[in-house]
């Protein structure tokens, strides 16, 4: 009944684009079905942790809210649709009508903060507006949700009580440190507005973890990849856009000699450390930030090589398509590559998949759904 309501909303705003009536529509039903499923949930009286995952419909929170869901926790999404898809909820809206509930709302409103913690045990936020590129097209937009959203969050949390915070940072925040690998307590200066407005949300957990007693644990993002990455837009990816461009036989621009390299790091792998920092109960891992990644860099050029030969197994064509070279991008790090030692040593991290094994199960879902 929801997904119904939700989908029919969505239509209409991609019709209309009226997204105020459409998400009048969307948020009047959940929250009608939301009132269902709380009567249910008490009638079989299911004892269980209630988790908010803010930007739950976007290419990670959407992955986050799948995993708890199928083991057994009851969910709450926020999310505004401004980046994230209504499609990556709807099947999770009809396989778990009791557990899961959508809030229409945007995390620079404070109010629709504090009505999501309500009753919520722990937060996961990974709403947020990421890409270097926007974030210097765009400054103010991206300070807005990055920074002033994020500060609502973390009112709304130690307002609401909630147990701990767990937060999307990211390997940007290295800005122009040279050091490899990276290393938690050795960072540079940013080198766009994107890297600034991640390095100040872990400045505002520390401080809400010293001065309000706030459980907090920051997971800086290595180019995480996988299933429902959105190949499309002007802000893509560069794996998912990759994949588009060689799946139509067109080539991918590599910016710059390809030799630059990034610690790609699988869905999965994100998934498990979240999931780490949620239930550790070590008391010096937490008010922490951990490297997210699995510990090993690719190039450009080897990223493409890989595409080019995974691809090729669906349509040998494939393997023919040429590759070409564009400039270097504004604000890009030459090379990234992560220690886990921390990751490992505090929260007993040991990550699954390694960059070629991620890639492979990537590939195969974005053949499927292209």
Request: charged fraction near 20%; include cysteine.
């Amino acid at each position: 009944m929801s997904s119904k309501y939700i989908s029919t909303g969505w239509n209409l705003f991609k019709q209309t684009h009226k997204w105020s009536f459409a998400q009048k529509i969307i948020k009047d039903n959940c929250e009608i079905c939301s009132s269902f499923r709380n009567r249910s949930i008490n009638k079989i009286n299911k004892i269980s942790m209630k988790i908010l995952v803010t930007g739950g419909a976007g290419f990670i929170g959407s992955n986050l809210c799948e995993h708890l869901l199928a083991h057994e926790y009851h969910v709450v999404c926020l999310d505004n649709f401004s980046t994230g898809k209504i499609e990556n909820l709807l099947p999770l809206l009809n396989q778990y009508p009791q557990a899961f509930r959508l809030q229409v709302g945007d995390i620079r409103n404070l109010t629709d903060c504090k009505k999501a913690v309500e009753g919520v045990d722990y937060v996961f936020h990974e709403a947020a507006l990421g890409s270097v590129p926007r974030s210097i097209k765009d400054p103010v937009l991206t300070n807005e949700v990055n920074i002033s959203g994020f500060l609502n969050m973390l009112i709304a949390a130690r307002d609401a009580g909630v147990k701990r915070f767990m937060y999307a940072a990211s390997s940007s925040t290295y800005g122009d440190s040279k050091s490899l690998p990276k290393v938690e307590d050795v960072i540079g200066k940013p080198l766009s507005p994107y890297a600034v407005t991640k390095y100040v949300n872990e400045l505002y957990a520390d401080v809400f973890s010293r001065t309000y007693g706030m459980e907090t644990i920051g997971l800086r993002y290595f180019n995480v990849f996988g299933r429902r990455q959105d190949p499309f837009g002007a802000y893509a990816a560069v794996i998912p856009l990759f994949v588009k461009k060689l799946m139509a036989h067109e080539s991918p621009i590599i910016n710059g000699d390809g030799e630059y390299s990034r610690d790609f790091t699988y869905i999965d792998n994100v998934i498990q450390m979240n999931m780490l920092a949620m239930v550790t109960t070590n008391p010096d891992a937490v008010n922490q930030v951990y490297n997210t990644a699995y510990g090993e860099r690719t190039t450009l050029n080897q990223l493409t090589g890989y595409l080019k030969e995974l691809l090729s197994e669906f349509d040998p064509a494939i393997a023919n398509v040429e590759i070409q070279h564009g400039p270097n991008r504004l604000g890009d790090i030459p090379h990234s590559l992560a220690s886990i030692d921390k990751a490992r040593t505090l929260l007993g991290y040991v990550p699954e998949y390694n960059m070629y094994e991620g890639l492979k199960e990537a590939v195969r879902w974005y053949w499927n759904h292209i």
